[in-house]
């Protein structure tokens, strides 16, 4: 069920075309990072990469289960900011009081650094457009001011090249060439790849079975399909899969140490800076190739710095998102069977499922950031010029005042006024939604076709949480295919 509206590069996952940003006209190599200081700053680390180093990344360990969450635990006493708390415990009851607090909130970061999250439908859907409000953290005031503590892991985000970070004619050159190549027709194209990796990875489901007969669908299907999709479409060996997606998550994940998160962003810029000489070597028919080509075609239209940003975010959000999405889908569908039997009867499909998936339970929670270029009033605060806002796509998801009293209620065939943000809306709205709802669709319709009596193994409220603040999903997801 799409909604025709044109694609761009950030929605959940990753608005407005504020001033220029500017860039340091260097090259980079495969084992160069990729974030670093906007123009003119020094790194707030001050640690540089090693030319051709890769140190070494722990894998994430699986997470301890978390004691039950009966407050929100983002909330800080005696009216102070809200903390934004790093393992994604308490979702919903830590949305639900931002929520009430307003629509825009004072929170803060990891590492205490202030913040305003934009809470509310109207008020995000209205940020996400404004022409005042940057990507660029050039305007990131406490990053260049000693607020934002060395080594800080969501750097990463804030200085990333690419399109999450660009405005005005960066934005749109960078826009332009990705659209240039993932165009509909090459997702289009997909549809048959995707059945046929959806059905293999169904066909090994029994084996990937535990003695008792569970089987985590996280790390069996929902990660596997969208990553192998994902890596095909950009060209990345199979081999380097598994290892991009552990780096991924330590990006991501908002609970690892500042050296983890550093030496993950340094050794996926390498690997991702291989991946680009690989196929600027020996093009293929893959959008790294296409990419690369269009980059030739009109000399430094798109820097190596860039080229590999992109490739980074394609990575993350083109897995990452629709693993989180189709996790949670799962979830709610087999915690709300009736949901699950309104689709069998035919009086809802499996876009409709996939939609309010995004609604209900947004694959992101609260992703950075946008800076208002001026003291900017939004939802009747006013915003200190350089401040982070980041989206909280999963708060805004239940708002009663877009989706009615009954905003927390999951059910497939809602029809409401508004129309979700999790894929974002304005320029940045995100170029992978075709590719995510096609994904995510056929994943759902093929498994449940499969597995009829497919259920959670253990209460959905046991479920570990995903740890970040970002991504919002279980760490695992344990299910019995047969009833």
């Known amino acids: 069920m799409t909604d025709g509206r044109p694609k761009s590069d950030d929605g959940p996952m990753m608005t407005g075309d504020g001033p220029t940003k500017t860039d340091d006209g260097q090259p980079m190599t495969g084992?160069?990072?990729?974030?670093?200081?906007?123009?003119?700053?020094?790194?707030?680390?001050?640690?540089?990469?090693?030319?051709?180093?890769?140190?070494?990344?722990?894998?994430?360990?699986?997470?301890p289960t978390p004691p039950p969450v009966t407050v929100c635990p983002a909330h800080a006493d005696g009216?102070?900011?809200?903390?934004?708390?790093?393992?994604?415990?308490?979702?919903?009851?830590?949305?639900?009081?931002?929520?009430?607090a307003g629509a825009v909130v004072p929170v803060l970061l990891p590492g205490e650094v202030p913040a305003v999250a934009v809470t509310?439908?109207?008020?995000?859907?209205?940020?996400?457009?404004?022409p005042e409000v940057a990507k660029n953290a050039c305007h990131f005031a406490a990053l260049h001011d000693g607020t934002v503590p060395p080594g800080w892991p969501l750097t990463t985000f804030a200085t990333v090249d690419g399109m999450t970070t660009a405005d005005g004619a960066d934005h749109r050159r960078l826009h332009g060439l990705v659209t240039k190549v993932f165009t509909?027709?090459?997702?289009?194209?997909?549809?048959?790849?995707?059945?046929?990796?959806?059905?293999?990875?169904?066909?090994?489901l029994p084996g990937a079975a535990a003695a008792d007969g569970t089987v985590d669908l996280r790390r069996h299907f929902a990660y596997p399909l969208p990553m192998s999709v994902i890596c095909e479409l950009l060209g990345v060996d199979a081999a380097l899969r598994d290892r991009l997606h552990e780096l991924s998550n330590l990006i991501v994940g908002t609970t690892g140490t500042a050296d983890e998160v550093q030496a993950a962003n340094r050794e996926i810029t390498a690997v991702l800076g291989q991946v680009a000489e690989a196929r600027?070597?020996?093009?293929?028919?893959?959008?790294?190739?296409?990419?690369?080509?269009?980059?030739?075609?009109?000399?430094?239209?798109?820097?190596?710095?860039?080229?590999?940003?992109?490739?980074?975010?394609?990575?993350?959000?083109?897995?990452?998102?629709?693993?989180?999405?189709?996790?949670?889908?799962?979830?709610?569908?087999?915690?709300?069977?009736?949901q699950l039997e309104l689709v069998r009867a035919g009086r809802a499909t499996?876009?409709?499922?996939?939609?309010?998936?995004?609604?209900?339970?947004?694959?992101?929670?609260?992703?950075?950031?946008?800076?208002?270029?001026?003291?900017?009033?939004?939802?009747?605060?006013?915003?200190?010029?350089g401040t982070p806002m980041p989206a909280s796509y999963s708060a805004a998801g239940r708002d009663p005042e877009a989706y009615g009293p009954?905003?927390?209620?999951?059910?497939?065939?809602?029809?409401?006024?508004?129309r979700h943000l999790s894929f974002g809306h304005g320029p940045h709205y995100c170029l992978g939604a075709p590719l995510a709802r096609l994904e995510a669709t056929v994943a759902l319709e093929a498994l449940f076709t499969r597995y009829p009596a497919l259920d959670l193994a253990v209460p959905d409220a046991e479920l570990p949480p995903h740890q970040s603040f970002i991504g919002n999903s279980t760490h695992v997801l344990p299910v019995r295919l047969t009833g």
């Open 406 to 418: 009954d905003a927390d209620r999951f059910d497939v065939t809602r029809r409401p006024a508004a």
């Open 31 to 63: 084992e160069q990072s990729i974030t670093g200081p906007a123009a003119g700053e020094q790194s707030a680390t001050g640690v540089q990469p090693t030319a051709g180093a890769r140190p070494p990344v722990p894998a994430p360990s699986p997470p």
């Open 280 to 338: 600027r070597a020996d093009p293929g028919d893959d959008l790294t190739s296409a990419l690369i080509a269009a980059q030739e075609e009109d000399g430094d239209r798109l820097s190596a710095r860039e080229l590999v940003g992109t490739l980074l975010l394609m990575i993350i959000a083109g897995h990452e998102t629709t693993l989180n999405l189709i996790t949670n889908a799962v979830r709610a569908l087999c915690t709300g069977r009736e």
């Open 120 to 130: 509310r439908h109207a008020v995000l859907r209205e940020v996400l457009a404004h």
């Open 350 to 385: 499996w876009d409709d499922v996939v939609e309010e998936t995004l609604r209900h339970d947004s694959p992101v929670a609260h992703f950075p950031f946008r800076y208002p270029v001026r003291d900017l009033e939004l939802g009747g605060t006013v915003v200190p010029r």
């Open 79 to 100: 009216g102070a900011p809200h903390r934004l708390a790093p393992g994604g415990a308490g979702r919903a009851a830590a949305d639900a009081l931002l929520r009430e």
């Open 184 to 204: 509909p027709r090459r997702v289009a194209a997909l549809q048959p790849r995707v059945v046929e990796l959806t059905a293999g990875l169904l066909d090994g």
